[in-house]
Each structure stands twice: as structure tokens, then as C-alpha cells.
């Protein structure tokens, strides 16, 4: 009736989360005002909007307000801080907006004309407005900061960089990454508070786990199952690693495991960059197997003594003061230089920092089929017809005949089951074939049934 509702509204919010998250439903359409708006499965409304501000981190801003609040500087008056590490400065803003319907042959690549020449892919935009379209029915907005730090619009060329995930990518849900690894109920809606993170107590959380679909398994215990660093590129930055030695020393992994190298060299990415490949695959082998028995043990969660929940722990998932500050003083080499068109990711950049599942064993070849020097960085790699990486880009586990083999020693073929081998070994653009992007909704902890 033209009159406001929030209970229509977060009834609506919750048909969609539904939608988005593959949930039983058995609305039509959805409610109030929008009573004519069919509900579709997998896709967003006409007129849905994302708001993304990307602020600077400050580990001092924890929700304090008052007239000394922990890094406000010459203000008498009663000021406020952001919760959750936000500081106040805002260093990117995103935007997005479904201006229309499309459905899944919208958006689906047409039958080639093997004989034909391609096509160029049209992008619509205007220059100097700073948005452009996506070619699956949203309009992608940004602002970024100039030199002076002050928000300026995005040109078409540093636009196109959202179309790395906002365009037709595999693992999105109508090109749209967050909403389905929204957090269940209400803890979803809040901000970026929700790990409650609290300055005094900085090795806490009230970010729980959750359990993968059709798994036993938590979201986070399968990451740190197949990655050999903290991320996705093998860096462990040294927060992390010093998890990695408590837990190792407190479970006496040297002897349980059988560790030939001293944890020193296994978990210090430093020591492991001067060597040469086979040393560092050693090592690097052996860190895989510390992190897979700290992931199944899911040492990376501490109980809380009040509500006697389990919640990650807050020393693997806030960076500390040395690498926020070095993060930050990375990125404002691209504030100055106004290079956002060549990239914004800073993390492992530091001099001599390669990421070791983009290190050249001497043996890979590049996209022209010339060697990559050992030790340099991988830039291309030559592909197959399907448009497949063809060199593992990864660790893993072989016998002695060099063959690849699963967790149980025996051979498989990755070409045909690379989800099977016991290692890192993925060739395409993912790092994860099988990954599945939902989030789930039940909590894990370390009593398994």
C-alpha cells in the first residue's frame, strides 16, 4: 500500500537469501509492494543494490565513542570510532545495481562458428561517469582515491578489473559473489563487527565455523586442508606461522608426524624462498602435512568459556599491527602512483616476496613453449584446447615412480580425478575444481560426532 514495512522488507530479504542460497521455498512471488515481482531461483531482482565501501584497517577502532577515543587526534568534541577494524578512512567505494532482467540464455556463451572470427566483447560504459555495464544486467560503479586521497570516479580501464568476478564467472550466483556467503540469521545483517573484535582481547573471535554441504568438514578446515599457506598463492604470513608452531609443538607433530626438517625452516616462508626447488618442496610438504593436522583437529578454534562455543581464533584471522602497517604503507605506493589500472593487491609484495605456487621449478614452460628459469615467476602457462591449464601449478603427492597418488599411496590420474590426489595440484583458473561458494548455516566444533 505504499507504506513502509520492515517486517515486508526482511521478509523479502529472506526469500532472496533463500533463492541465492538454493533453500526450500515455496513463495511465488515476493511480498507487499512487490507482490508482482516473481521470485527466481539463482537471480536478483530488477533494482537490487550493493553498496561495498572498502575502509583501511585500524586495529585500534573497535566501536569506542567519547571525547578520547583510541586513534582520534585533535578533537575536543565526543568522536566515534567504526567497529569490526574499520577506520574511517574509506580507501574504495563499489557499487553495483540490477538495471534488468536477464535469464540463464542471456547470459550463456552462444555456439561458436568454429570457421567465424570471434567477436570482441562490447563494454558498455561513458567515461568520466565512472560505471559500466557487465553484460548480465548490472551496472558496476566505483570510486577510488586521487593523490591528494580525496574519492575520484573510476576510468573505464580500471572498471574493467570488476569483471573479473562480476562478469560470467563460474562461481558466482547472478555475478554477484557476497550474498551467498552471508552469515545465517541476523548475524548476517550486521556490519563488520560481526568477529566482535575487541581491541584488549585481539586473539578472540565470535566468528564461528561452518560446515561445508554434504561434508563433515568446516568451511575453514577445508581451506587450510589444501592450501600450504594461509592463502591461496602458499604465503604464510608470520602471525599464522606462529600459530602453526604453537600448535606443532604443543601436539609434538616432529615425532607424530615423522618431520625430518626443524619447524624453523617448514613454517618461515624467508628461509624457504633461497632454496632450490627441491628443498623448498621438501619443506613445503611437510608444512602441508602440520596444516592438515591442525585443520582436522580444527586447531584453528578456541572455546569460549562463557556461551562454551567454538569460534576461530582471532590470531589467524586479524593481521597484526606490523602487517596492517606494512599492508598499508604498500598500498599507498598505488594511492601515488595512480597505477589501480595494473592492480590493487599489495599482499606479498615486498621485495624478494614470490609466491611459491607461482614459482617456476625450472621445468614449466611458458605460453610459447620456452623454459621458466628456476626460482622466476610464472607469468603464463600454455594451455589446452578447453582453455585448461597443463602444468600443475601446485604441490603434490607422488610415489616413487613419480606417479600422483591419493592420500592412501595409490596412483591416480589427475587429469581425470585431480580432486582425488593428495596435494595442491589444481591446473585451471580456480584453485578448487569442486568448490562450492554456499555458505552453510551449522556451526562446528572440535567434539565431532
Not at 586495529?59 to 578533537?75: I, K, M, P, Q, W
Not at 568459556?305 to 576461530?312: F, M, N, P, T
Not at 606494512?326 to 609466491?355: C, M, T, W
Not at 623454459?371 to 610464472?378: D, E, K, L
Request: charged content about 30%; aromatic content about 10%; proline content about 5%.
Amino acid at each position: 500500500g505504499g507504506k513502509e514495512s520492515a517486517w515486508t522488507y526482511a521478509a523479502n530479504l529472506d526469500l532472496l537469501e533463500r533463492q541465492i542460497k538454493n533453500l526450500p521455498c515455496e513463495e511465488q512471488t515476493y511480498l507487499g509492494d512487490a507482490s508482482g515481482v516473481p521470485v527466481r531461483r539463482g537471480f536478483y531482482p530488477v533494482g537490487t543494490e550493493f553498496a561495498h565501501p572498502l575502509h583501511y584497517v585500524d586495529l585500534r577502532a573497535d566501536g569506542e565513542a567519547g571525547t578520547a577515543v583510541d586513534g582520534v587526534t585533535g578533537s575536543a568534541a565526543t568522536d566515534y570510532e567504526f567497529p569490526g577494524t574499520r577506520s574511517k578512512r574509506v580507501k574504495e567505494i563499489r557499487y553495483m545495481y540490477k538495471w534488468k532482467e536477464v535469464t540463464l540464455e542471456d547470459i550463456a556463451p552462444a555456439e561458436e562458428d568454429e570457421e567465424a572470427e570471434p567477436e570482441p566483447e562490447t563494454v558498455l560504459g561513458r567515461e568520466g561517469q565512472g560505471w559500466v555495464e557487465n553484460g548480465a544486467g548490472w551496472i558496476v560503479s566505483a570510486f577510488i582515491e586521487d593523490r591528494r586521497g580525496e574519492l575520484r570516479t573510476q576510468t573505464t580501464e580500471e572498471l574493467m578489473q570488476c569483471f573479473g568476478c562480476h562478469g560470467n564467472v563460474g562461481n558466482t550466483i547472478d555475478a554477484v559473489w557476497s550474498f551467498q556467503r552471508k552469515l545465517p540469521g541476523e548475524t548476517g545483517w550486521r556490519e563488520m563487527d560481526y568477529g566482535e573484535y575487541d581491541a584488549r582481547r585481539p586473539g578472540e573471535t565470535r566468528l564461528p565455523d561452518y560446515r561445508r554441504e554434504g561434508e563433515e568438514r568446516g568451511e575453514k578446515e577445508f581451506f587450510l586442508h589444501v592450501v600450504v599457506g594461509a592463502d591461496l598463492y602458499g604465503v604464510l604470513p608470520r602471525e599464522i606461522a606462529e600459530d602453526l608452531m604453537r600448535y606443532a609443538r604443543g601436539n609434538d607433530l616432529v615425532t607424530r608426524l615423522g618431520l625430518e626438517h626443524p619447524l624453523a625452516e617448514i613454517l618461515d616462508d624467508e628461509c624457504l624462498k633461497a632454496m632450490e626447488a627441491e628443498g623448498r618442496r621438501s619443506r613445503l610438504l611437510e608444512r602441508q602435512a602440520i596444516m592438515r593436522d591442525y585443520a582436522a583437529s580444527r586447531g584453528y578454534l578456541s572455546r569460549d568459556e562463557g556461551d562454551g562455543a567454538w569460534y576461530v581464533r582471532g590470531t589467524i584471522f586479524y593481521p597484526s599491527e606490523e602487517t596492517m602497517k606494512a599492508n598499508i604503507a604498500l598500498y599507498r605506493r598505488i594511492v601515488l602512483d595512480q597505477s589501480y589500472n595494473l592492480g590493487k593487491d599489495v599482499f606479498g609484495s615486498e621485495s624478494g616476496h614470490i609466491p611459491f605456487t607461482f614459482r617456476s621449478d625450472g621445468t614449466v614452460r611458458d605460453a610459447e613453449g620456452n623454459i621458466i628459469p628456476c626460482g622466476a615467476i610464472i607469468t603464463s602457462r600454455p594451455w589446452g584446447p578447453d582453455g585448461v591449464g597443463t602444468t600443475p601449478t601446485g604441490i603434490v603427492a607422488v610415489n616413487a615412480d613419480g606417479e600422483p597418488v591419493d592420500a592412501n599411496g595409490n596412483p591416480v590420474d589427475i587429469s581425470e580425478h585431480p580432486e582425488r590426489a593428495a596435494g595442491h595440484i589444481f591446473t585451471g583458473g580456480t584453485f578448487f575444481t569442486l568448490y562450492n561458494p554456499i555458505l552453510g548455516d551449522v556451526p562446528v566444533g572440535k567434539q565431532r560426532k
